[in-house]
């Protein structure tokens, strides 16, 4: 449910009796540039795959930097990303992060001037590496938690991190998943 305050969206809490399974996060949305070149990424200008990383960001932000290497590498049509890619992609944020276009939180990426982000469901990504814990966003992890508690006050430390998992399209909360949102 949506009230319209000043034609602004803002989303209301669950109706009574709702869970966390029900409540609905935006869906996770994969960046697909299109590169039209005949140099390898590495051998492309700084500046030229500084706009193709910020057309990722803009789309996935926040987002790992490995992730972007990877949207990168799929552009291109290659099957993997070695250090020369990687290496190419980093120069590249470097340059959009000196230009005042992208923030980076440690190995994450988002665009200037973005500081939260709602939990986002990746049930649906291709790329399966997103379901990684070491791939979510601190600040989107964060804001799942944050969200949970909000809207279920009273809950235990270990439902929150089940249900803040389940906002975020995680299907099982392991160890690895418990200790991120931990």
Same mark, same amino acid.
């Given at each position: 449910?949506?009230? $319209?305050?000043? /034609?602004?969206?803002? $989303?209301?809490? +669950? ?6 399974? *029900? ?6 949305? *994969?960046?697909? +540039? ?7 990424? !590495? ?6 795959? #500084?706009?193709?990383?910020? *057309?990722?960001?803009?789309? $996935?932000? +926040?987002? !790992? ?8 590498? %799929? ?12 290496? &190419? ?7 959009? =992060? ?12 988002? %665009? #200037? ?12 990504? %291709? ?16 804001? &799942? ?5 909000? *809207? ?9 991190? %089940? ?15 418990? /200790? =991120?949102?931990?």
């Amino acid at each position: 449910d949506y009230v $319209e305050v000043d /034609k602004i969206g803002i $989303e209301q809490g +669950p109706a009574e009796g709702q869970n966390a399974e *029900e409540l609905a996060s935006l869906p996770y949305v *994969e960046a697909a +540039p299109i590169v039209r070149s005949d140099l390898a990424p !590495h051998e492309t200008a700084v500046w030229t795959l #500084a706009e193709i990383v910020l *057309e990722i960001v803009q789309t $996935e932000g +926040p987002v !790992h930097s490995a992730e972007i290497a990877r949207r990168v590498r %799929t552009a291109w049509g290659l099957r993997r990303a070695g250090a020369r890619i990687q290496e &190419a992609t980093d120069d590249a944020l470097d340059y959009c =992060v000196k230009n005042h276009d992208l923030q980076t939180n440690g190995k994450f990426y988002s %665009t #200037a001037g973005a500081y939260s982000v709602p939990p986002r469901d990746r049930s649906d990504v %291709t790329q399966r590496s997103l379901l990684k814990p070491e791939s979510l966003p601190p600040t989107e992890m964060r804001g &799942a938690l944050q969200r949970v508690i909000a *809207e279920h006050v009273g809950v235990s430390g270990d439902e929150a991190v %089940t249900m803040g998992a389940r906002l975020l399209g995680l299907k099982r909360t392991g160890a690895d998943v418990r /200790k =991120v949102l931990d």
